[in-house]
């Protein structure tokens, strides 16, 4: 049985005062019309339609980066003129096939709606070949929602919309998530029996209801057990509740999964992140992007790792790791910083203050201490002494350094790239190295040491015993 979503994400968010559209603002690192997407494509739809309207563009630009964007199409509402109009547009896009299945709504402002959710109300609509299925929640204070009406058999006969309901109709608890499941067959014909006769003028999707009913159809109600999944973001406050609450479902959810989380409060994982059981994340870490961590390892305090792969038993403390792949038994920190295009190959160690950049560290490599390497590969066990620099650009291009297997570049030593210091061989301490070192090989390059005898002793005199 085939499935298509439909978002419903045309509207101006006038409320977040913001320059960008709404639906694009991000909840825990996703933008809400992302998420959105992404639980209808993991609901089962084959395809995902978004409605847009207002800066288009940048919705479309914001759809384009989703992960399943080969699935998501678009399709433009010039006139908002409701949420009914917003489905009839989508009317000549289906399939036959299509037409013979489900189509669910969404709204692009509501991210925390689950796919399990989505799949049951359609399972429910389905089943009980009902014309559609609406998620309901109940709420203590419904104010602005539009109202579940019921007949004394508790079937649902309406929605009324929270500025058209009587002073009767406005103390009903259960509204309207904007959540439904329909059948499609015979749908758009329903749809064209909408008027726009209310507070709003709109074509309000919500008066398929009564439609349904008059034509003796069965519409269903599901009531969602978690309300935080119907939670829809119209302002900042809204938008920093929404994403309190996913930090909640995420925190937990890798806690039940075996990882340990020292301070859950302070612990900021994203939804694409996946990571292994005995985990143990300490305070103040930001896990963002499609990162994975491997089993065992141990990230933080401090820390932020973005867009990387961690492997097994690896230590990241205090430090930065960005679009990054991490071996196995590795260890990073404490303060290092692992820009972009990094590697390192197991047991590698990056210490104390360190800047990488697209560096390759081969199998347990060190670069224990305060050192920035750039565009480089270290060789298999080849130690880097403290305060080593790549100097991989001179003003005008990028250049390679190419450090062999078991070398040893002493400290404070100088690597002026495009060089290669060959396997197993040693660079004194404070050379400037420009030129290839030979494997095996001693370089060194710097001027003789002069001692002169007494000197100290007589500079200290001369100067009354100050120095
Ligand atoms: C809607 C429901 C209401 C429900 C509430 C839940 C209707 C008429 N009412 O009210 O019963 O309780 O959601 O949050 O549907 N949109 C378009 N094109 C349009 C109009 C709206 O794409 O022409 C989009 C909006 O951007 C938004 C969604 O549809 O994402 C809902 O529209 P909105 O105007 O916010 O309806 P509500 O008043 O919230
Ligand atoms: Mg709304």
Redesign the pocket.
């Known amino acids: 049985m085939s499935i298509t979503a439909l978002v419903?994400?045309?509207?101006?968010?006038t409320r977040m005062k913001s320059e960008k559209p709404?639906?694009t603002h991000e909840v825990m690192g996703v933008p809400m019309v992302n998420l959105v997407v992404e639980a209808a494509r993991n609901a089962g739809a084959g395809r995902v339609i978004v409605?847009t309207?207002?800066q288009s563009e940048l919705v479309c630009d914001c759809l384009n980066k989703c992960c399943c964007a080969e699935y998501v199409e678009t399709v433009y509402?010039a006139?908002?003129?409701?949420?009914?109009?917003?489905v009839q547009l989508i009317e000549g896009m289906l399939t036959e096939e299509e037409r013979k299945g489900t189509l669910v709504v969404l709204?692009?402002?509501?991210p925390l709606i689950r796919p399990e959710t989505i799949r049951t109300l359609v399972d429910d609509c389905v089943s009980s070949n009902a014309a559609m299925s609406v998620l309901t929640a109940k709420f203590k204070k419904p104010a602005?929602?539009?109202?579940i009406m019921r007949d004394t058999d508790d079937h649902v006969v309406g929605?009324v919309?929270?500025k058209d309901a009587t002073p009767e109709e406005l103390k009903i608890c259960e509204?309207?998530?904007?959540t439904y499941a329909f059948a499609l067959d015979g749908l758009f014909e329903r749809l064209r029996r909408i008027s726009n006769d209310n507070a709003?003028g709109?074509?309000?999707?919500?008066?398929i209801v009564k439609v349904c009913c008059d034509d003796g159809l069965t519409v269903r109600a599901m009531r969602v057990k978690d309300t935080d999944e119907?939670k829809?973001v119209?302002d900042r406050a809204q938008l920093a509740g929404v994403s309190a609450a996913l930090h909640k479902r995420i925190t937990r959810r890798w806690m039940a999964e075996g990882v340990t989380l020292i301070s859950p409060k302070t612990t900021w994982i994203g939804p694409h992140v996946t990571i292994d059981s005995d985990v143990e994340i300490w305070p103040n870490t930001y896990l963002r992007g499609h990162t994975r961590i491997g089993k065992g390892s141990t990230i933080g305090p401090d820390s932020r790792v973005v867009d990387s792969t961690v492997g097994e038993q690896v230590t990241i403390d205090s430090s930065i790791v960005l679009e990054s792949e991490v071996g196995d038994f590795c260890s990073i920190g404490p303060r290092s910083y692992l820009r972009p295009g990094c590697k390192l190959e197991t047991g590698a160690k990056v210490g104390t203050s360190c800047e990488l950049k697209n560096a390759h560290l081969k199998a347990g490599a060190k670069v224990p201490h305060l050192s920035y390497i750039g565009d480089a590969t270290i060789g298999k066990s080849t130690n880097i002494g403290a305060g080593v620099i790549t100097c991989n650009y001179d003003g005008f291009k990028k250049s390679r350094t190419e450090v062999g297997d078991n070398a040893f570049v002493g400290s404070d030593v100088m690597l002026v790239a495009p060089v290669a210091i060959g396997d197993g061989a040693i660079v004194g301490a404070g050379s400037v190295i420009s030129r290839d070192v030979p494997a095996d090989a001693m370089a060194l390059e710097r001027s003789d040491q002069r001692n002169e005898e007494g000197m100290a002793k007589f500079l200290r005199e001369m100067s009354g015993g100050d120095v």
Do not use: M, S, W
């Open positions: 419903l994400a045309a509207g101006n968010g709404k639906v409605v309207g207002h509402q006139d908002r003129c409701g949420t009914a109009n917003a709204a692009g402002d509501v602005g929602y539009g109202r929605i919309e929270d509204t309207n998530t904007g709003k709109e074509y309000y999707l919500t008066d119907t829809g119209n």
